[in-house]
């Protein structure tokens, strides 16, 4: 995801797990007016996703996590060298 824009969505417990919100519909039209490509997002909310048109998710990409060690991975990606 280089040079991309990420939003990271979510709510993290103690031990790391990644908890569902609210209102994932009006913060992804929000994102896509911000011209953010990369929603990170808790995997219990994945199935929100469908609540938003089809037409304003195109040219966003969607990571549903579980844990905040996978938010990492996505959000800091190791650089190649």
């Known amino acids: 995801m280089a040079n991309s824009r ?10 790391g797990k990644v908890l569902p919100v609210g209102g994932i519909k009006e913060k992804v039209l929000a994102a ?8 990170i997002l808790p995997i219990d909310n994945e199935k929100d996703l469908k609540e938003v048109p089809d037409r304003h998710k195109r040219g966003m990409k969607f990571f549903p996590v579980a844990e905040f060690d996978q938010v990492l991975k996505v959000a800091m990606p190791r650089r190649k060298r």
Not at 6 to 15: M, V
Not at 32 to 39: L, M, V
């Open 6 to 15: 990420r939003l990271a969505e979510g709510t993290l417990s103690l031990t």
């Open 32 to 39: 896509k007016r911000a011209e953010i490509t990369n929603i």
